[in-house]
């Protein structure tokens, strides 16, 4: 059972994570904005999924 609530966990994860690229990408940031946000997300999921949601591109 670890395995599978784990995996569901990743995906759900996972979906996050393009959610929020996606968001930043749509945002009306400037195009230097966007890149550094979006390999905050990547490289550091967790951190740059909370720095994203207190500080990030917002509309």
Known sequence: MGIEVGGLFGLIWLVI????VV?????TASG???LIW??????????GLIAW???????
């Open 17 to 20: 994570i393009i959610w929020a």
């Open 23 to 27: 968001k930043v990408a749509k945002s």
């Open 32 to 34: 230097l904005a966007k």
């Open 38 to 47: 979006i390999l905050v997300l990547l490289f550091f999921p967790l951190v």
């Open 53 to 59: 949601l207190l500080f990030g591109p917002k509309g």
